[in-house]
């Protein structure tokens, strides 16, 4: 069992940054691979950005946000975190971190079996 708590979300103007945090606490957080993902208002939940296991040597990106965002994890803190650059209205959603047992980086959400209560995200033009 692995419980998650998001926090670092706010309202910013586009072209800010905010760094978003998961903490961890429970299972070994770095046994898991980890991501992110974000709900808008009457959207599906998409994948954004994940982090393999252990070293977290491997990352991987959703186009829309390649380049602006990087993912990242510090597993003596049981921490991840997502540094969101050059914001834009269309980030505008509920930003949540999840947690997958293994190593390999998978953007389905139903892979994901823990996941945090989510942390709001605005961003105004």
């Known amino acids: 069992q692995v419980q998650l708590m998001e926090s670092g979300g706010g309202l910013v103007q586009a072209g800010a940054s905010l760094r978003l945090s998961c903490a961890a606490s429970?299972?070994?957080?770095?046994?898991?691979?980890m991501s992110w993902f974000r709900q808008a208002p009457g959207k599906e939940r998409e994948f954004v950005a994940g982090i393999s296991w252990f070293s977290g040597s491997n990352t991987y990106y959703a186009d829309s946000v390649k380049g602006r965002f990087a993912i990242s994890r510090v597993n003596a803190e049981n921490t991840g975190y997502l540094q969101m650059n050059s914001l834009k209205p269309e980030d505008t959603a509920v930003y949540y971190c999840?947690?997958?047992?293994?190593?390999?980086?998978?953007?389905?959400?139903?892979?994901?079996?823990?996941w945090g209560q989510g942390t709001q995200v605005t961003v105004s033009s």
């Open positions: 429970g299972r070994t957080f770095s046994s898991y691979t």
């Open positions: 999840a947690a997958a047992p293994g190593r390999n980086i998978v953007t389905s959400s139903a892979e994901y079996a823990y």
